[in-house]
């Protein structure tokens, strides 16, 4: 299974996300975490900064938007692109989502 996982950040610490670690942060504890524990997912990690976004898809441009709109607040975690969580980064949400990943593909 092949899976994109993309952060949206800022290197600023969203001001709803107080004591919570930063975007790039997030990112890197993402990139070594997840292929340990999935070891039979291709994963393709890749790091949107906020503030300087350049050659992007209609759907990023359109999830920046809402976090610049304050609909959705970063960092931002998507994968294949989903909205998998936002803000306040937890495990929990993003394991169920793999698991359903896993579940509809067998």
Known sequence: MRVAVKIYGRDV??????N????KDTYE?????????????DFRFSYIDLDNAEN????????I???NDDEL???LVTMND???QDGYVNLKP????LDGQKENAQ
Do not use: M, N
């Not at 610490?13 to 107080?18: L, N, Q, T, W």
């Not at 504890?29 to 997912?41: F, I, M, N, Q």
């Not at 992007?56 to 999830?63: G, I, N, R």
């Not at 993003?94 to 989502?97: G, S």
């Open 56 to 63: 992007l898809s209609d759907h990023d441009d359109s999830l």
């Open 73 to 75: 607040f970063y960092p």
């Open 29 to 41: 504890w993402l990139e070594a975490l997840l292929p340990k524990k999935y070891t039979d997912t």
């Open 82 to 84: 989903e909205v998998v």
């Open 13 to 18: 610490i969203c001001a709803s996300c107080v």
């Open 94 to 97: 993003i394991y169920r989502w």
């Open 65 to 67: 938007e809402q976090i």
């Open 20 to 23: 919570a670690p930063g975007s």
